[in-house]
Protein backbone atom coordinates (compact mmCIF):
# COMPACT_ATOMS: atom_id res chain seq x y z
CA UNK A 1 0.00 0.00 0.00
CA UNK A 2 3.06 2.48 0.82
CA UNK A 3 4.45 1.49 -2.38
CA UNK A 4 1.21 2.29 -4.56
CA UNK A 5 0.81 5.77 -2.72
CA UNK A 6 4.41 6.81 -3.06
CA UNK A 7 4.35 5.84 -7.10
CA UNK A 8 0.98 7.67 -7.19
CA UNK A 9 2.31 10.92 -5.72
CA UNK A 10 6.04 10.50 -7.14
CA UNK A 11 5.40 8.59 -10.43
CA UNK A 12 9.28 8.77 -12.05
CA UNK A 13 11.00 7.92 -8.27
CA UNK A 14 13.24 5.20 -8.30
CA UNK A 15 11.63 2.93 -5.72
CA UNK A 16 12.23 -0.36 -5.09
CA UNK A 17 9.04 -2.97 -3.62
CA UNK A 18 10.45 -6.30 -1.62
CA UNK A 19 6.90 -7.38 -1.07
CA UNK A 20 8.17 -8.74 2.39
CA UNK A 21 11.06 -10.46 3.36
CA UNK A 22 13.97 -9.20 1.21
CA UNK A 23 14.62 -12.15 -1.65
CA UNK A 24 17.94 -13.07 -3.02
CA UNK A 25 16.92 -10.79 -6.01
CA UNK A 26 16.28 -7.69 -4.06
CA UNK A 27 19.28 -8.47 -2.34
CA UNK A 28 21.29 -8.94 -5.15
CA UNK A 29 19.89 -5.28 -6.55
CA UNK A 30 20.65 -3.90 -3.45
CA UNK A 31 23.88 -4.53 -3.84
CA UNK A 32 25.06 -3.58 -6.86
CA UNK A 33 23.31 0.10 -6.28
CA UNK A 34 25.57 -0.06 -2.98
CA UNK A 35 28.31 -1.41 -5.17
CA UNK A 36 27.84 1.60 -7.43
CA UNK A 37 27.60 4.72 -5.11
CA UNK A 38 23.67 4.46 -4.67
CA UNK A 39 21.98 5.81 -0.62
CA UNK A 40 19.28 3.50 0.26
CA UNK A 41 16.51 5.49 1.95
CA UNK A 42 14.24 2.08 3.86
CA UNK A 43 11.11 2.09 5.40
CA UNK A 44 9.09 -0.36 7.03
CA UNK A 45 6.23 -1.47 9.00
CA UNK A 46 6.96 -0.49 12.88
CA UNK A 47 6.22 -3.42 14.30
CA UNK A 48 8.85 -6.14 15.21
CA UNK A 49 9.27 -7.53 12.01
CA UNK A 50 9.75 -4.40 10.01
CA UNK A 51 12.03 -3.11 12.70
CA UNK A 52 14.15 -6.91 12.15
CA UNK A 53 14.43 -6.17 8.69
CA UNK A 54 15.18 -2.94 8.71
CA UNK A 55 18.22 -3.66 11.02
CA UNK A 56 19.00 -6.57 8.82
CA UNK A 57 19.61 -3.91 5.84
CA UNK A 58 21.40 -1.45 8.00
CA UNK A 59 23.56 -4.49 9.16
CA UNK A 60 24.03 -5.45 5.39
CA UNK A 61 24.83 -1.63 4.06
CA UNK A 62 25.82 0.76 7.23
CA UNK A 63 27.30 3.26 5.22
CA UNK A 64 24.23 3.45 2.63
CA UNK A 65 21.25 2.76 4.08
CA UNK A 66 19.36 6.12 5.76
CA UNK A 67 15.79 5.09 7.57
CA UNK A 68 12.88 7.36 5.93
CA UNK A 69 9.90 7.91 8.05
CA UNK A 70 10.92 5.85 10.69
CA UNK A 71 10.88 8.21 13.84
CA UNK A 72 9.11 8.51 17.36
CA UNK A 73 6.62 10.84 15.24
CA UNK A 74 5.52 7.87 12.14
CA UNK A 75 5.36 5.65 15.48
CA UNK A 76 3.54 7.71 17.59
CA UNK A 77 1.14 8.37 14.61
CA UNK A 78 1.16 4.10 13.73
CA UNK A 79 0.25 2.84 16.90
CA UNK A 80 -2.39 0.35 17.02
CA UNK A 81 -4.79 -1.43 20.26
CA UNK A 82 -2.08 -4.55 19.33
CA UNK A 83 -0.41 -5.95 22.22
CA UNK A 84 2.97 -7.71 21.74
CA UNK A 85 3.73 -10.70 23.61
CA UNK A 86 5.87 -14.31 22.99
CA UNK A 87 6.82 -14.84 20.14
CA UNK A 88 6.57 -11.21 18.29
CA UNK A 89 8.13 -9.27 21.18
CA UNK A 90 10.51 -12.00 21.42
CA UNK A 91 12.02 -10.51 18.00
CA UNK A 92 12.57 -7.09 19.61
CA UNK A 93 15.68 -8.46 20.87
CA UNK A 94 17.55 -9.55 18.10
CA UNK A 95 17.76 -5.67 17.23
CA UNK A 96 21.17 -4.29 17.80
CA UNK A 97 21.66 -1.54 19.70
CA UNK A 98 23.31 0.35 16.77
CA UNK A 99 19.76 0.81 15.74
CA UNK A 100 18.73 3.02 17.93
CA UNK A 101 21.16 5.45 17.35
CA UNK A 102 21.03 6.37 13.90
CA UNK A 103 20.39 9.17 11.92
CA UNK A 104 16.99 9.25 11.53
CA UNK A 105 15.37 11.05 8.41
CA UNK A 106 11.96 12.59 7.57
Given at each position: ?31 QLVRNGCTIYYSSD ?61
Amino acid sequence: MLYSSLLDQVPNAPLICTHGQFKLAALQLLDQLVRNGCTIYYSSDLDPEGLRMANRLYNRYPNSVHYWRMDVTAYEKSLSEVHLNGERLNKLASIDDVFYNLYWIE
